[in-house]
């Protein structure tokens, strides 16, 4: 599968575009900034980059600049969204070659990518929590039956399942937690991963298909989505 690095600060607007992307065949990584974003790509260099452009710490542009200027970046290809008037003209000088304008058909972004040359496969195993089939993380997990077993999990239940641990274990750390010989118990999982989705909350789900990538903010939301 193709690995998409997706920046955008907006939470609602970047779980559901994951999830659309993952449903299509994708690996998805998220970041919320240009900073966050940048460490990523050091740490796994992605197949393309969907990016807005108006965000925080480090913006779209200047993440866009930073990589045509990086050697081991400059040729990843990037789509830019935005409800910028002018900014497929500003992207265009920074080597973007696809860029959509909010509001935007969640299959136009799909489409941009295929024209971009990012392939899809339809070989990622499933998540045993939630059955996509984009699992791209490994859980040692046990039970008494399996002493020693093997959860794959998708980005999004890895993402519940740290604010679950956090939620119920706030003095721990999850990191270190998995670093132990020790293998998670399959109940303590579930648990974990059932507290997180419902601490990110259905509500943020639905708030982000009424935003329909529309480049507007939920209330009370602080962070640029242009």
Not at 9 to 35: Q, Y
Not at 138 to 152: H, I
Not at 176 to 195: K, M, N, Y
Request: with cysteine; proline share 6%; aromatic share 4%.
């Amino acid at each position: 599968m193709a690995h998409v690095l997706l920046v955008e600060d907006n939470t609602p607007i970047r779980l559901l575009l994951t999830e659309f992307l993952e449903t299509v065949g994708h690996r998805v990584e998220g970041a919320s900034d240009g900073a966050e974003a940048l460490e990523r790509m050091r740490q796994d260099r992605p197949d393309a980059v969907v990016l807005d452009l108006q965000m925080p710490v480090l913006d779209g542009w200047s993440l866009l600049r930073t990589c045509r200027e990086t050697p081991e970046f400059a040729e990843v290809p990037a789509v830019v969204m935005s409800a910028l008037d002018d900014a497929c003209t500003t992207v265009a000088a920074l080597g973007v070659q696809r860029c959509l304008s909010k509001p935007f058909d969640l299959d136009q972004l799909a489409a941009a990518l295929e024209e971009l040359g990012v392939e899809t496969h339809a070989s990622a195993p499933h998540c045993t929590y939630c059955g996509a089939e984009t699992a791209t993380r490994d859980l040692r997990v046990f039970t008494r039956a399996q002493p020693d077993d093997r959860w794959q999990l998708c980005d999004r239940c890895w993402m519940f399942l740290g604010v679950g641990f956090q939620a119920h274990r706030p003095a721990e750390n999850l990191e270190q937690r998995l670093s132990e010989p020790i293998p998670i118990h399959a109940a303590d999982a579930r648990g974990w991963i059932s507290t997180g989705l419902a601490r990110v909350g259905r509500q943020s789900e639905r708030t982000a298909r009424q935003l329909a990538v529309s480049g507007s903010s939920p209330p009370g939301h602080r962070g640029e989505s242009a």
